[in-house]
């Protein structure tokens, strides 16, 4: 079965949408473990600033196929001006700077073609688990579920921004005063949004703004999937809205098949960075 959305694709991709789009900025945000590039698009010149990253999870690349294909739609609709699901492109590249890091753990993607339930990074860290919010409490649950050493998932690591992909997220973040950030996820048709007892301004009305667009339901984290997250991390570090995002419904890795479905849904969540902070 080769249909997975991998790293070789994604640098197709990316090479395809330089060449095509020439206005738009590709760089290089990091390093994986194994070398492979941790890259970065910036859609838009705009004062509002949100960052969207996908594939933290190694069965959970159908993330990256969506932003790149969103990266795609924008810029042929920047060029065209023809709207895209009812926003006028050009004004958004205005108003807004949209930043996508498409794959974050690239090489827990070629892993999990070998290994058919890698999350993890090349080390056996999961990289959603590897930030600095509630990572000691986090290890200490996961020590209680038996989860002490590297492994396929759930592994916190042996402190927290320990691996190279999660220190190139947290660099990133921490240089850029985003407004707002997404993390892309698979499975569940959910949108989780708070860490801590108090929930940053605008949080919730985003949250629900993304919700109503999408048919996703917003929701609450429990359990061992409440610590040392990105969105998690956010939240604590800057009181400003994070969002992890569970697309589509089924068992990791989704098909491609359901490719198309996910996108119509999670594309209007993507849309959203000037009509949510309007
Ligand atoms: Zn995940």
New binding site residues.
């Given amino acids: 079965m080769n249909c997975v959305y991998d790293y070789k694709q994604l640098c197709n991709d990316l090479i395809r949408l330089e060449k095509s789009f020439p206005f738009l900025k590709t760089s290089i945000m990091g390093k994986s473990i194994k070398g492979r590039n941790i890259y970065l698009i910036k859609l838009g010149e705009g004062e509002i600033k949100v960052f969207y990253n996908a594939a ?2 190694g069965l ?1 690349w159908i993330t990256s196929k969506i932003v790149m294909q969103f990266a795609f739609d924008y810029a042929k609709r920047y060029v065209s001006g023809v709207r895209l699901c009812g926003y006028d492109i050009r004004r958004l590249y205005k108003k807004a700077s949209i930043y996508i890091a498409p794959m974050i753990n690239p090489d827990g993607i070629e892993l999990s073609k070998k290994r058919a339930s890698w ?1 993890a990074n090349a080390r056996g860290v999961d990289l ?1 688990h590897n930030y600095n919010a509630g990572w000691e409490e986090y290890k200490a649950l996961a020590a209680n579920a038996g989860i002490t050493k590297r492994c396929a998932t759930r592994y916190p690591g042996k402190g927290w921004e320990s691996e190279p992909e999660s220190t190139a997220v947290a660099n990133l973040t921490r240089q850029i005063a985003f407004d707002y950030v997404v993390a892309l ?1 698979s499975q569940g048709e959910e949108i989780f949004w708070q860490y801590g007892k108090n929930p940053p301004p605008k949080a919730e009305k985003i949250g629900r703004l993304m919700s109503q667009v999408s048919g996703y339901a917003l929701k609450q984290t429990s359990g061992l999937a409440s610590y040392s997250g990105y969105k998690d991390w956010f939240i604590k570090e800057f009181n400003r809205p994070g969002f992890t995002i569970e697309v589509g419904k089924g068992k990791n890795p989704l098909p491609i098949s359901q490719f198309d479905e996910i996108y119509k849904k999670v594309i209007k969540i993507l849309l959203l960075p000037e009509a949510a902070l309007s």
């Fill in positions: 933290h999870h959970e999350q959603n996820h």
